[in-house]
């Protein structure tokens, strides 16, 4: 590689590393835009959950045969990052093939490895586009992904399908050259490669001009499409690849189905039972449950960046099924949408400017709320651990404790539990006479 090649190669990685660490710290810098709750303990059982829900994706294996094929596309996407690496050290000292030398009969074998993923990656991209595409499965038509969000999924997988094309024509045009020892590519002769040596026949007849410049073509293209790739992953729902590791160790450990009280409320209970325990100087919480972002905790925010937008969630969901408007996908997608908009303002402004928006009412509607079971499936299903029913529940929680509203039903029960301390309308002091009869 020439010394303008090398020059140009790591300003393109530079601005490309610096473009995404700018924008990882702005993700970091919303999640943490949340209230704080502590998620340390018991290390044991977090690692536990990274392994089996990150690494492992147990909650995919439900469904043996999608859980392997998409599988594939992730230990491709992981594992094939060493093949990077040697492209990448290429790219920057100027060499060819770096680890080959060193690692000597086992470089073949490793190569072999990638390409075997690599074509694996090809074939599951291509089925799963024909899934979202062709065969239209329900919960990849539903209009919570209109609009980018379904082009989204199939930009991702068009640019892995080109990708690993671009590998498997590049070893194929590289290992041609080997054999012709033409200039430094006869350096290292590595055989042919399992799979990319299927492609020979097609570049056999190229001139050794013509084979440089498909070589070439390739490197360039794979690399900046990888740089391109990272840069792309922080505006995309496949932000999930790097995030469900850090969402599977802070994963909720309590109980399933159990639902957190507010300290506040319990307190305000009490003093109302037993008005001598209150405190002289007892202050009331200066907000129930969440309206925005900013009321949600740091760990919600995570879970709305680390949505995959599957749909699992939804079609497990009783009050989708049935035809309500709930959508547990879309409350994740609108959160996220929400922190985004609140970043961009933050950026903008230097601080957060009040823009006179918020999650509750101008993202996620009353209806929507309303409809929640809280049944529990959609955290059930999750693949990363997501909870949409804890944002749901915030909401809730402010939509009647803050702003009073809720239906007549409902109020009357409140109305009854404050004065009666039940929920039916009749006086404490006759509660116990239905054992007199």
Not at 395 to 407: F, G, H, Q, V, Y
């Amino acid at each position: 590689m020439g010394l303008l090649q090398q020059i140009f190669f790591i300003l393109a990685a530079g601005i490309a590393i610096w473009l995404f660490s700018k924008k990882v710290a702005a993700i970091r810098r919303n999640i943490l835009l949340g209230k704080d709750e502590d998620y340390t303990d018991h290390s044991s059982l977090r690692w536990k959950n990274v392994f089996l829900l990150a690494f492992g994706q147990k909650k995919m294996f439900r469904n043996p045969l999608v859980a392997l094929i998409h599988f594939v596309i992730y230990a491709g996407f992981i594992i094939i990052n060493i093949e990077v690496l040697e492209i990448f050290l290429d790219g920057v000292f100027g060499t060819h093939r770096l680890f080959a030398k060193p690692l000597g009969e086992a470089y073949l074998w490793l190569i072999n490895g990638f390409e075997f993923l690599a074509l694996g990656v090809l074939a599951a991209c291509v089925i799963f586009l024909c899934r979202r595409n062709i065969l239209k499965l329900k919960r990849f038509i539903s209009h919570d992904l209109d609009g980018w969000p379904r082009s989204d999924a199939n930009y991702i997988l068009v640019t892995e399908i080109i990708l690993m094309g671009l590998f498997l024509t590049l070893n194929a045009s590289d290992t041609i050259l080997q054999q012709r020892h033409y200039g430094h590519y006869g350096e290292h002769i590595t055989g042919n490669f399992a799979f990319s040596h299927w492609l020979h026949p097609l570049l056999n007849g190229l001139s050794d001009g013509s084979l440089i410049i498909v070589e070439r073509f390739c490197w360039w293209l794979h690399i900046l499409g990888i740089f391109a790739f990272l840069n792309y992953l922080p505006y995309s729902k496949h932000l999930h690849i790097l995030l469900a590791f850090p969402n599977a160790y802070y994963a909720r450990l309590w109980p399933e189905g159990k639902m957190r009280n507010m300290p506040e409320i319990q307190k305000e209970v009490l003093y109302a039972m037993q008005p001598e325990s209150a405190p002289a100087e007892a202050t009331p919480p200066s907000k129930f449950g969440a309206k925005d972002i900013f009321d949600l905790s740091w760990r919600n925010l995570l879970d709305a960046y680390s949505c995959t937008e599957c749909g699992r969630c939804t079609a497990a969901c009783p009050a989708n099924i049935t035809g309500k408007k709930l959508s547990p996908r879309k409350i994740m997608m609108d959160t996220r949408d929400r922190l985004e908009q609140v970043g961009k303002n933050i950026n903008a402004n230097g601080s957060f400017k009040d823009d006179g928006k918020t999650l509750l009412n101008d993202y996620i509607t009353v209806e929507e709320l309303r409809a929640c079971t809280t049944c529990n499936a959609c955290v059930e299903e999750c693949p990363v651990s997501i909870s949409p029913l804890e944002i749901i529940l915030e909401l809730r929680r402010s939509l009647i404790m803050e702003d009073s509203n809720a239906p007549q039903e409902w109020n009357s029960m409140f109305s009854n539990v404050e004065n009666n301390f039940a929920p039916w309308k009749f006086s404490p002091d006759d509660r116990a006479r239905w054992a007199e009869q």
